[in-house]
């Protein structure tokens, strides 16, 4: 069996520098083996979801950054931002220089209605929006036409949530959060007056949480609307509201039967909570212009009711349209994956070929191994499973060529990749807080990767 000494640690590839990531990198260093942590990530900046998901308004949950700077600050970690693997370096590649490789690479697309007018001007994915509003460099360039009055949200995750509130807000209630500045300034000229949050399912079954819901509620100029109808509930949801563990569901249909009781309210923006409805199809010559739903009906046992589609149809004006009904993982070039579930195909964090086989020394974590779902203290024990695997298959892992990392980093030095370290992310983080201050904000963001990288070779 492979005996790993400190001077011959076990060394471990991390893809991706997410909440997942991080806790893979911890739960490594937590074990009794000697381990140093090599985490490659696309972006020069780390964090994944937390910086790009994360809503800018949001900042209380962006502080779980600084127990992934503590994790950073262990000698055993090494960081390498602006490195793509797949495309700088093939995955094959890491083979020769480490024991494993950890996939942390999270889902990165969205998944489709399916629906004819999806593609049309005016139709967009939360993905995009959420990107651009957090100053993604990969979404910084999209356009989002705010001149518009009605706009539609497909899906009542904590997503649509997020891009509802982001949406509905004034631009003084967004002033002191770190949303790009150029999204700041469009929604500054924002017209959108009516955004209808639009579920296939029922109250009991939203997939957003008491917080998010509770948010819509204490809005500046903006008043949730539901109707009495929707809130009133069948024998099967009453069932499904006593059921064990669906505190959940108890408190999101308490929160908007209050807002039903409310009526239509009077501040300037509306947000319609409608259920029971499924997007058919979008309308538009060239342009959004309408949405058609069919009414849904529920079927099934308390806890496990499904939306079925009857003949009954509504046309509603809009003129755009978000779509949030989930993200989607992309498969990686040299990485088994499971096309139904679009993750990597895995059992239990060990990557599985298409023989149903471990391949040896490859291991997955994150929204990439379980799909798009949990909130982010949810990836700790997912990693920490992914580790356990890992630490059960010592003496069977990879056996590298080469006993550093040097192989890796030449071939970067060679295609002359700028490779970004956590110190110069710091550098970055630095200066991202001190543009902050300047606007009250907590960071001013950097949006382009040239930018950083202009920054970083002053
Ligand atoms: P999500 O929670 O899975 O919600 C997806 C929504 O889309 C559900 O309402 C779902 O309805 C609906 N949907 C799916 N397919 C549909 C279709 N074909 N037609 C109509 N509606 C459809 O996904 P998410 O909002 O992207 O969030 C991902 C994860 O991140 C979640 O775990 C979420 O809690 C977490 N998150 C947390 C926070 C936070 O803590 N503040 C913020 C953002 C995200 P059904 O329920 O009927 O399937």
């Known amino acids: ?23 893979a990198a911890e739960s490594l260093f937590k074990r009794e083996i000697p381990c140093k942590v090599d985490m490659y990530e696309k972006l020069p900046t780390p964090f994944g979801l937390l910086r790009g998901g994360v809503a800018p308004d949001h900042q ?5 950054s600084k127990a992934y700077d503590r994790i950073a600050s262990n000698e055993n970690f090494a960081f390498f931002g602006n490195v793509t693997i797949g ?22 697309s969205d998944r489709a209605l399916g629906i004819p007018g999806e593609d049309l001007d005016g139709s967009y994915t939360a993905t995009e929006f959420v990107g651009w509003y957090n100053g993604h460099p990969d979404y910084k360039h999209k356009v989002f036409d ?59 079954q939203a997939a957003f949480t008491e917080l998010e819901i509770k948010e819509l509620g204490v809005l500046e100029d903006a008043d949730p609307v539901v109707s009495t109808e929707d809130v009133s509930l069948s024998e099967t949801d009453k069932a499904e509201l006593e059921l064990p563990k ?45 949405l058609v739903l069919g009414k849904n009906k529920l079927e099934g046992e308390a806890g496990a009711q499904k939306a079925r589609l009857t003949d009954e149809r509504e046309t509603l004006a809009v003129d755009l349209v978000f779509r949030s009904i989930g993200y989607k993982g992309l498969p990686i ?45 949810t990836n700790r024990a997912d990693s920490i499973q992914t580790i356990d695997k890992l630490m059960e298959d010592v003496g069977h892992l990879l056996t590298p060529e ?10 970067l030095e060679e295609k002359g990749q700028r490779v970004v370290s956590f110190e110069d992310w710091e550098k970055l983080n630095q200066e991202e807080v001190r543009l902050g201050q300047e606007k009250g904000k907590p960071r001013e963001k950097f949006t382009s990767v040239e930018e950083m990288i202009a920054f970083l070779s002053r």
């Open 246 to 290: 669906n505190h959940k569901a108890q408190k999101n249909t308490a929160i908007l039967k209050e807002f039903s009781e409310r009526g239509e309210g009077v501040k300037k923006r509306k947000i319609r909570i409608r259920f029971f409805e499924s997007p058919m199809e979008i309308l538009g010559s060239d342009h959004v212009e309408a």
């Open 60 to 64: 209380k949950l962006k502080s779980v």
């Open 402 to 411: 080469y006993d550093s990392n040097d192989s890796v980093l030449r071939a």
């Open 333 to 377: 070039e040299g990485v088994p994956f499971d096309e139904k579930r679009n993750v990597i195909a895995n059992e239990e964090g060990r990557i599985q070929t298409a023989e149903q086989t471990h391949q040896k020394g490859y291991y997955v974590t994150g929204w990439i191994k379980r799909g798009p779902s949990g909130v982010i203290g």
């Open 87 to 108: 495309k700088d370096i093939a995955v094959k590649d890491l083979e020769s220089a480490y024991h494993a490789i950890v996939f942390a690479s999270g889902t990165e």
């Open 146 to 204: 705010l001149s518009k009055k009605r706009v539609a949200i497909i899906g009542q995750g904590n997503v649509a949530i997020d891009v509802c509130r982001i949406l509905a807000k004034t631009p003084e209630e967004l002033a002191t959060s770190d949303i790009a500045d150029y999204a700041l300034e469009a929604l500054k000229d924002s017209k959108v007056e009516e955004i209808y949050l639009i579920g296939r399912r029922g109250p009991v």
């Open 1 to 23: 069996m492979t005996m790993f000494t400190e001077e011959s640690p076990l060394r471990v590839a991390i893809i991706g520098s997410g909440p997942s990531g991080f806790y």
